[in-house]
């Protein structure tokens, strides 16, 4: 395991609960907004992979409701707390970017504020996977970093955190090249509990 991907399990697994009582204090997240447009998009049923699923709260619940969820994340922690929270989606511990599955085996894949934390040089093949996994005409919700960030935050809700990121201009032709094709690109800010922060969401479409 790389030293990025150590950080950001060891965080995470040390800040769950402290991570949810944070992100409830986020009023304006648009995450739900989002989901949203994806859901509409999607007949009952459908086969949808969440990485970076976290604890659960509020999309993976959400999306169990009438879909069959399948959650990824590297902390064991969360996937604690989200098996508790959501008994009706399946989970499995794994880095988002060495887990494997057939391709053509989900209608969505979502990531909310999960690619943020793979190096982005890897993003780029990150996003051709995921386009392999997905079923021709299926769809990828996610929420990337639209900085230049790369690199350790050294107190993080009280733990050290690797983020890393590319401007918006970069993931839209990282996401061309693995083959998709933007629905919605909209650069979002919102204010976290420290201040405003801006990330990139976007739903795309193999």
């Given at each position: 395991?790389?030293?990025a991907?150590r950080?950001?399990?060891?965080?995470?697994?040390?800040?769950a609960e402290?991570y949810?009582?944070?992100?409830?204090?986020?009023?304006d997240d648009?995450r739900?907004?989002?989901?949203?447009?994806?859901?509409?998009?999607?007949?009952?049923?459908?086969?949808?992979?969440?990485?970076?699923c976290?604890?659960?709260?509020?999309c993976?619940?959400?999306?169990?409701?009438?879909?069959?969820?399948l959650?990824?994340?590297?902390?064991a922690?969360q996937?604690?707390?989200?098996?508790?929270?959501?008994?009706?989606?399946?989970?499995?511990k794994?880095?988002?970017?060495a887990?494997?599955?057939?391709?053509?085996?989900?209608?969505?894949?979502?990531?909310f504020?999960?690619?943020?934390?793979?190096?982005?040089?890897?993003q780029g093949?990150?996003?051709?996977?995921?386009a392999r996994?997905?079923r021709?005409?299926?769809?990828?919700?996610?929420a990337?970093g639209?900085?230049?960030?790369?690199?350790?935050?050294?107190?993080?809700?009280?733990?050290?955190?690797?983020?890393?990121?590319?401007?918006?201009?970069?993931?839209?032709?990282?996401l061309?090249?693995?083959?998709?094709?933007?629905?919605?690109?909209?650069?979002?800010?919102?204010?976290e509990?420290?201040?405003?922060?801006?990330?990139?969401?976007?739903l795309?479409?193999?």
């Amino acid at each position: 395991m790389s030293e990025a991907r150590r950080i950001v399990e060891t965080g995470y697994d040390s800040s769950a609960e402290r991570y949810l009582e944070w992100s409830a204090r986020i009023a304006d997240d648009p995450r739900l907004r989002f989901l949203a447009e994806l859901t509409g998009r999607l007949a009952d049923g459908a086969e949808v992979l969440d990485l970076g699923c976290g604890a659960g709260v509020p999309c993976t619940k959400l999306l169990a409701e009438r879909h069959d969820v399948l959650g990824v994340d590297v902390s064991a922690t969360q996937l604690e707390l989200a098996r508790r929270t959501v008994p009706g989606a399946r989970f499995e511990k794994a880095d988002m970017t060495a887990v494997s599955f057939p391709d053509n085996s989900f209608d969505a894949v979502t990531a909310f504020y999960s690619v943020l934390h793979v190096p982005r040089e890897e993003q780029g093949a990150l996003f051709a996977r995921i386009a392999r996994w997905l079923r021709p005409g299926g769809w990828f919700l996610a929420a990337l970093g639209c900085s230049e960030a790369n690199g350790v935050e050294d107190d993080w809700l009280g733990t050290p955190m690797f983020f890393s990121s590319h401007a918006p201009d970069v993931n839209r032709r990282l996401l061309a090249e693995a083959g998709f094709t933007l629905v919605l690109d909209e650069p979002v800010t919102m204010h976290e509990p420290e201040g405003a922060a801006t990330f990139h969401w976007v739903l795309a479409r193999r």
